[in-house]
């Protein structure tokens, strides 16, 4: 028997952060983790990131089995409230070392990537994103930012399991995705 395969996929948001594990592509642990602004002290923009990592941090410890590979979504730069960016930008690094603390590698897949990964195409909209992952996976995720996170999860098990009977658009971007491992 051959061992199961674990993967993670994080679409990381200062508002809802979609967390999903995959063993062997099904689901076994689902979450949105939601996060509000409180103050407009710096510390407190601070502490919010530190919470989400926090909530990721929990999932993780929580698991049976690490994942042996996760998938994070790359930030949109075309955001135009810097601010958020900046956060974001934060709450990316700071993900990023607590994977790395915990050693489980990461790729870092492109917005654009994912959506073409998903659909075909990388400039498809949230509601066919939601639309391809139940045609292709039979799963259906209400929120964008947890399905965001269970395609990241399909990528990273593609990854992981050198899928070969996968379409060419899906080929295309583990091709460039192989890159960073």
Do not use: W
């Amino acid at each position: 028997m051959s061992k199961e395969t674990i993967t993670l996929g994080l679409d990381l948001s200062l508002v809802g952060t979609g967390v999903i594990v995959l063993k062997d592509g099904e689901i076994i642990e689902q979450h949105l983790i939601k996060s509000k602004p409180v103050g407009d002290k710096p510390i407190n923009e601070l502490k919010r990131i530190r919470k989400i990592v926090s909530q990721i941090e929990d999932i993780l410890s929580d698991l049976e089995d690490l994942p042996s590979l996760a998938c994070v979504e790359g930030m949109a730069f075309m955001a135009r409230n810097t601010t958020a960016l900046v956060q974001l930008s934060a709450l990316n690094y700071m993900t990023r070392a607590l994977l790395a603390d915990y050693g489980i590698p990461f790729v870092i897949v492109a917005p654009t990537s994912l959506k073409k990964h998903t659909t075909g195409s990388g400039a498809s909209k949230k509601d066919v994103m939601l639309i391809e992952t139940y045609k292709r996976y039979n799963v259906t995720l209400l929120d964008d930012n947890e399905n965001d996170a269970y395609n990241l999860a399909q990528v990273a098990l593609s990854l992981a399991t050198d899928k070969k009977d996968i379409p060419k658009f899906q080929e295309d971007v583990l091709t460039l995705l192989k890159k960073q491992i």
